[in-house]
């Protein structure tokens, strides 16, 4: 069939951060479920599930369900037909506390997905 579990790859991640500012406080958490499935050498696809939640804070419950949720983080489409040729298209959908939970998002998502696509292919 289409479907070779060969082909697909599945991380898992969660970061906590605390921040704590002007007498308010603010835990957030998140988890990250990446699937990458290489189509064929040149082409895959990867998807990134992100359940993000504030196990505690100082600004209330309505807050917390503000921002709390499962989000599609990244969608992207690789194409790599040579070497020194990478097509990339993607989407992200993000909270705006989101970069509190995951400090790798304000890494260019180019050049992160270029470098889980080199890990994958090696």
């Not at 069939?1 to 603010?26: C, E, I, K, V």
């Not at 990339?88 to 470098?115: D, I, T």
Request: hydrophobic content about 35%; aromatic content about 20%.
């Amino acid at each position: 069939g289409w479907f070779d579990p060969g082909r697909l790859t599945m991380r898992h991640s969660y970061s906590l951060s605390y921040s704590s500012f002007a007498g308010q406080n603010l835990s957030l958490g998140v988890y990250t479920n990446s699937l990458l499935y290489q189509f064929s050498d040149p082409l895959s696809v990867q998807f990134d599930l992100s359940l993000m939640h504030s196990p505690f804070n100082s600004f209330g419950p309505e807050f917390s369900k503000s921002f709390s949720g499962l989000y599609l983080s990244s969608a992207q489409l690789n194409y790599r037909p040579s070497e020194n040729l990478w097509l990339q298209v993607q989407f992200r959908q993000v909270p705006a506390l989101y970069w509190l939970g995951n400090p790798g998002y304000f890494s260019p998502g180019f050049f992160n997905g270029y470098e889980r696509y080199e890990e994958e292919k090696h």
